[in-house]
């Protein structure tokens, strides 16, 4: 199907802040024409909740263990809290926004990711008929990064599996063939092991990093993601959410961050 150039923004958890300009960014670009989709992430907000529940957390290389009760939570926080916010602050700043879960229209179909993460997903397929729909009628999609079950499921199995944001952020960029992926999170960028940023990376370089451990934990996800949509000629780049405008900067060709390139 033939769409005008989409950019696929992902916002984690940590890039929420009180004093953020991503919506006002999103809002700006959106008036401009650009066609974006947002994708959020929640971690540190669903630990609190998990919290709250008493319900301990566990990561393995950078995805949350997700059994029957941390994906209640994750799905309250993610399609509610975290979704609501965002979708409410953009239509109240004056742009046009639409709150929707992987699960809605079918558009992020899964088979379970790894037994040892229980239910995670891991995506098969991508229905974008909403996703179109929707920047058609001229509204971002703001994506909670969830999906349905839909492959090899067990009887008695939730129909619904949480997905790591970024991941998630990558699939839906490759599925729509989108010009340019944005991870926006709380640190400049990839850094080195003394902590310098890296401004440019090749694909091979930065996988490297993960195999080196120099870039751990949830960077591991995003580089990931980065060198999945390289490889089909989309750009990618990790930028610092928590600098005022770093969305806007990007895309108009002045940003910050780390931008990875195809070996
Ligand atoms: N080499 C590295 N360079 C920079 N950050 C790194 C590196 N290795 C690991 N990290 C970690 O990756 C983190 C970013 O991922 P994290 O999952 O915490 O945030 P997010 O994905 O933006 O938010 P959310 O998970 O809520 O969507 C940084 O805060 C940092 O601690
Ligand atoms: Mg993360």
Not at 49 to 61: D, E, P, S
Not at 136 to 160: E, K, N, T
Not at 214 to 232: E, L, T, Y
């Amino acid at each position: 199907m033939e769409r005008d150039p989409v950019i696929v923004v992902k916002i984690g958890g940590v890039a929420l802040g009180s004093n953020d300009t991503t919506v006002e960014d999103i809002v700006h670009l959106q008036q401009q024409g650009k066609q974006l989709v947002v994708v959020h992430g929640g971690g540190k907000l669903i630990t609190e909740w998990l919290k709250i529940h008493g319900i301990a957390t566990r990561f393995v290389g950078g995805q949350r263990v997700t059994d029957r009760d941390s994906l209640a939570v994750a799905t309250a926080v993610l399609a509610g809290l975290v979704s609501k916010e965002i979708v409410a602050a953009i239509n109240q700043l004056g742009g046009r926004a639409t709150g929707i879960s992987g699960a809605d229209g079918a558009l992020a179909q899964c088979r379970i990711e790894d037994e040892k993460l229980g239910y995670v997903g891991k995506i098969v397929r991508v229905n974008t008929e909403l996703l179109d729909t929707l920047l058609r009628a001229g509204q971002v999609p703001v994506i909670s990064p969830l999906g349905i079950y839909a492959f090899d499921r067990p009887d008695g199995a939730p129909s619904l599996l949480n997905i790591n944001g970024d991941i998630f952020a990558s699939e839906i960029a490759a599925a729509i063939g989108a010009e340019k992926l944005i991870f926006l999170t709380d640190v400049p960028g990839i850094c080195d092991r003394s902590g310098e940023l890296l401004s440019r990376l090749s694909a091979g370089e930065a996988e490297e990093l993960v195999a080196s451990g120099i870039a751990s934990g949830g960077m591991i996800p995003k580089i990931r993601g980065c060198v999945r949509v390289v490889k089909i000629a989309s750009a990618a780049c990790i930028i610092d959410g928590r600098q005022p405008h770093a969305l806007r900067q990007q895309i108009e060709g002045h940003g910050g961050g780390t931008t990875i390139y195809m070996d």
